[in-house]
């Protein structure tokens, strides 16, 4: 079935450090990747996507590369600011299985003055 | 603003109740969808609905009940059956390309 790994957090890192959140998958086919973010107490929200090999997603500084020969889709921004300590879940989802999103754990980013 | 919306943002349960959480979206979306989250934990699929009256269980389905007699609207019943109810509830629904959630509904049992 499909499934989706991210790394456990927390992540701590101080204002302007590089941020980097792996994550891989395991799907047949094709898959579409997703980021989502989930600021506290409130839901989530798309921060970015790739439907296909080798599309990147970007968004807000943050990218992510879809890579089917490693099935990762790590997310990375060059320089993270306190705004942006909340929690990230890596998603996928196909077509054939109803457009179902199936998440990672979500890695929770502290980010520090 | 079209959107989706859940509702009360929190719930207080006694044990050996019923509750219903109320999602609602205008995005004319077909598909919905009901997550459970758990603190410190990911998402996991409760129900999900790709047409009107009809839905599938999802990862998690038991102790839970849906409905949709509406496009609009995806209500989840939280029964007496489910043992841990205690948790944060997200409705989120998908156009073709990406899913929208709503803003969680915490249930708490009491």
Not at chain 1, 54 to 60: A, T, V, Y
Request: glycine share 10%.
């Amino acid at each position: 079935g499909n499934s989706v790994t991210q790394m456990e957090g927390p992540v701590t890192l101080s204002e302007e450090a590089f941020l980097t959140i792996n994550c891989t998958y395991t799907a047949t086919g094709y898959p579409s990747l997703f980021w989502y973010v989930q600021y506290p107490g409130e839901g989530l929200q798309l921060l970015l996507k790739a439907t296909k090999a080798d599309d990147k997603g970007s968004n807000k500084g943050f990218e992510a590369t879809y890579r089917k020969e490693t099935t990762s889709f790590h997310l990375e921004k060059g320089s993270v600011q306190v705004s942006d300590s909340a929690v990230y879940f890596c998603a996928l989802s196909r077509s054939n299985a109803g457009n179902m999103l199936t998440f990672g754990g979500g890695t929770r980013l502290m980010v520090k003055p | 603003d079209g959107g989706i919306t859940q509702s009360p943002k929190y719930l207080f349960r006694k044990e050996g109740q019923n509750v219903t959480l109320s999602c609602e979206q205008n995005l004319n979306h077909d598909a919905m969808y009901w997550y459970r989250q758990d603190p410190g934990q990911g998402l996991r699929l409760i129900y999900y609905s790709q047409i009107v009256n009809d839905f599938q269980k999802g990862d998690i389905a038991e102790g839970y009940s849906v409905s949709r007699e509406k496009k609009e609207s995806f209500p989840l019943t939280v029964t007496s059956a489910q043992k841990n109810p205690t948790a944060f509830y997200l409705c989120a629904s998908r156009g073709q390309t990406e899913a929208f959630f709503g803003q969680g509904t915490r249930l708490t049992v009491v």
